[in-house]
């Protein structure tokens, strides 16, 4: 299974903004039916910036409501065979979990949780189900492939990121468990784990953090751009004895405690 056969549709979470719009971006060019889910404030955010392009059908799907997941793949299998799903929907609170206010909110714990880590699951859940009953692709039997989105924090979590570097280790287990649960319909999973990328989430710090954060990075010194994180994704779609690994993107970034 090639990109570039763009016979087959893709679902792309988070699909409005930074990682996500660019992996829907290069899918579409690549003649790939992409059906980008996120929240509609997102979507309508990227119209108003004409950031959105036509070629890709938003909807307004939080990740978190399997039966809206549910109802966005089968609509994407609908429209051609779903080989492709790529979870990229996430948030990244700071708290730490005793601090000057007292201890951790549970609430917002729970909630990042509940995004990055059980939404990407329900993509998985949902979009599985559906490959699992299209036809192979190819002589190994293979079906589809599903990547989802982890991060350096899932081994380095800094101070204050116990609620994401949780979710996204959670996201880093899933990888090989669901390999090997869905090895059987011949769909492969895998995770990427990003370093620092220039994404909206980032935009907000100061140039001194900024680059505080850049001079982190062994090579290049500089953030990743959403574009890389998508060729990543291409090569992961291509390769298909890629499977059950967690790949970082980080030009060998370590992150300190702080």
Same mark, same amino acid.
């Given at each position: 299974m090639k990109v570039t056969d763009g016979n087959f549709s893709a679902v792309v979470t988070g699909g409005a903004s930074g990682l996500g719009a660019a992996t829907a971006r290069m899918l579409a060019d690549a003649g790939v039916t992409v059906l980008a889910f996120d929240l509609e404030s997102s979507i309508a955010k990227a119209r108003e910036t004409g950031t959105a392009k036509e070629s890709i059908t938003y909807l307004p799907i939080d990740v978190t409501d399997f039966e809206q997941v549910k109802a966005g793949v089968e609509q994407a299998a609908a429209l051609a065979p779903l080989r492709?799903?790529?979870?990229?929907?996430g948030i990244c609170?700071?708290?730490?979990?005793?601090?000057?206010?007292?201890?951790?909110?549970?609430?917002?714990?729970? &909630? &990042?949780?509940?995004?990055?880590l059980i939404g990407t699951f329900n993509v998985l859940n949902a979009a599985a189900g559906v490959m699992s009953s299209q036809e192979?692709?190819?002589?190994?039997?293979?079906?589809?492939?599903i990547i989802n989105t982890a991060s350096?924090?899932?081994? @380095?979590?800094?101070i204050g990121?116990?609620?994401?570097?949780?979710?996204?280790g959670g996201v880093h287990s899933l990888a090989i468990c669901a390999a090997r649960d869905l090895a059987g319909v011949g769909v492969r999973v895998v995770a990427i784990a990003p370093g620092i990328v220039e994404t909206p989430m980032m935009a907000s710090i100061s140039d001194e953090?900024? &680059? @505080?954060?850049?001079n982190l990075v062994q090579f290049p010194k500089r953030m990743?751009?959403?574009?890389?994180?998508?060729?990543?994704?291409?090569?992961?779609?291509?390769?298909g004895y890629l499977n059950g690994? &967690?790949?970082?993107i980080d030009g060998a970034l370590r992150m300190p405690p702080r």
């Open positions: 492709v799903a790529v979870n990229c929907a609170p700071s708290m730490r979990i005793v601090g000057r206010n007292g201890s951790h909110d549970p609430k917002l714990f729970a &909630t &990042t949780i509940n995004v990055n192979p692709v190819d002589a190994d039997g293979q079906r589809g492939v350096v924090a899932a081994f @380095e979590g800094q990121q116990a609620a994401y570097a949780a979710s996204k953090y900024r &680059t @505080e954060l850049e990743a751009k959403p574009e890389e994180y998508a060729a990543l994704v291409a090569a992961i779609v291509d390769n690994e &967690t790949i970082r």
